[in-house]
C-alpha cells in the first residue's frame, strides 16, 4: 500500500530541513517506548521532534492499517455513506486521511487529541485533506470530552497508551458517541488483540454488531498463545528508510481492529486468519467460521470453484 499522493507530499512538506540524526535519535526513542508499551504519565509525542518522528516512521504504517481495516467494513456496508468524523487520539489525523480515502462523502470531522506537538503537525496536515470542516480540540481520552455524536468514530493505536480499565471506559463513551461505524485499530501483538478482545466484548454486551473481521459475535475462538492479528505491506519512503536506518524498500504493519455498527452488516461464511499454506494442488487456510469456530481447511482440486476461490484470497480476506 502506497500513501495518497497528496499526504504523501504533505508528510514532505513538514518534514523538510528537519535534520537527519535528530529524527534518527527521536525515532529510536520512541520506538523503544511503543515496543515496551511504557506508560510513564508522558505522552510519546511530547514534543515537535517526536512528533516528525512519528510523521517520518509510523505514520505510514498506521495509516495501512486504518485505511485496511476500513476497507474490511466498508465491503460489508455497502450502503454506509458517513458525512461525519470523529477521531480520538487522532495524532497528525491518520483516521482522517484514511477515513475521507475510503468514504469521500466525510464532509466535517472532529480531531481529538492530548498532544500539542503532534495536534499542531495533523492541522497543518488537514488543511490538504480535501475534506471541508476540519476541528481540533484538545481532549484527554482517560476522562470524560464533549463530542457531538458522528456517523463514523475513529480509535487508532491509542488503547495501548491507556490503562486497561481507561480503555474500556473510553470504548463505551465512543459507542455512545456513534450514531454509525466505530472502528478501533491496534498493533497486531498479542497485547494488541487480548485489548481488542476486550473491547469487543464489551461493544457487544452494549449491543453493537460487529461488521469485521469476525464472521460472528460469539466468544473469540482463538486461545493463546494464538492471537488474531491481520498484515498490510507498506512501500516505505527514502527519508523512512534513512531514519530507520533500514535497506528493505517495504515494512509489514501486523494489527487488529474491531468494526462495531449500530446495525447489522452483510453477512460472510468466513475469514482467512492466517497467509495460505500448501503447494500445487492443494491449500491449506485457517479460518475464522460464522458458527463461531476456526478450521483448519485443506481445500484440492477436487474442491472445484471454492479451490479456485481459495487459491485467490489472501491473509485477511472473506471467503
Ligand atoms: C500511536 S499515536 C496514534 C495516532 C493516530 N491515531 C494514528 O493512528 O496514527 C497515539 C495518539 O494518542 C494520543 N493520546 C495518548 N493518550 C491520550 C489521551 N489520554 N487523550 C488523548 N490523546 C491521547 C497520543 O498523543 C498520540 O497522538
Redesign the pocket.
Known sequence: MELPATLRAAVDRALEGVALAELQRAADILSSR?RAETRDGR????DELFANA?LAT??PA??A??RASLQSAAELMPYFEPKSLL?????????LWAASDCWPTIASATM????QS??KV?MELSDRSGVEHVEWRA?????S?QAEKADLV?????L???SPA?GLALAERLWAATTGLLVI?EPGTPAGWRRMMAVRSRLVELGAHLAAPCPHSQACPIIEPDWCHFSRRVARSRLHRLTKRGDVPWEDEKYIFVAASRTPAEAFRSRVLAPARGGSGKIQLKLCQENGSIDEKLLTKRDGELFKTARRVDWGDIL
Open positions: 511503543y505522552l510519546h509525542l511530547s512519528y509510523r505514520l498506521t495509516f492499517a486504518v477521531d480520538l487520539g487522532a495524532g497528525p489525523g491518520t483516521a481529538l487529541e492530548a498532544s503532534i495536534r495533523g481532549a484527554d481520552a482517560s476522562k470530552f475513529t480509535l487508532a493505536y491509542v495501548d497508551e491507556l481507561e485499530v
